[in-house]
């Protein structure tokens, strides 16, 4: 069974940092690319950034210089390692994999989620005093 699964959220103080891990289970990612979206309550989902099958990585503008994505093919995982975090970073956050180029031009050309990605179930982040 194709499955990613999220892990890492929790609640954080302003300035703090978390890493979110994105694991695959029934398939290897080595040839995927892998993009972390979040969304909070209220608002449309949001790529936050993508790591193609070559490395090669894109940020939203909200949070570069802030936040690093990793890839372990060992691990068959993809991180997300999130520094200086801020309230407006509050959601929940998405990992999805895709390897046709459709979706991955939608995730790492354009930080956009479509129908052919395959999608984990979220995990919560809170950034709160």
């Known amino acids: 069974q194709v499955q990613l699964v999220e892990s890492g959220g929790g609640l954080v103080q302003p300035g703090g940092s978390l890493r979110l891990s994105c694991a695959a289970s029934?398939?290897?990612?080595?040839?995927?690319?892998i993009g972390w979206f979040r969304q909070a309550p209220g608002k449309e989902r949001e790529g936050v950034s993508c790591?193609?099958?070559?490395?090669?990585?894109t940020y939203a503008d909200s949070v570069k210089g802030r936040f690093t994505i990793s890839r372990d093919n060992a691990k068959n995982t993809v991180y997300l390692q999130m520094n200086s975090l801020e309230p407006e970073d509050t959601a929940v956050y998405y990992c999805?994999?895709?390897?046709?180029?459709?979706?991955?031009?939608?995730?790492?050309?354009?930080?956009?989620?479509?129908?052919?990605?395959?999608w984990g179930k979220g995990t919560q982040v809170t950034v709160s005093s």
């Open positions: 999805g994999a895709g390897d046709d180029a459709l979706s991955v031009k939608a995730m790492c050309e354009r930080l956009r989620g479509i129908s052919t990605i395959v």
């Open positions: 029934g398939f290897t990612l080595d040839y995927y690319a």
């Open positions: 790591i193609n099958d070559n490395d090669g990585k």
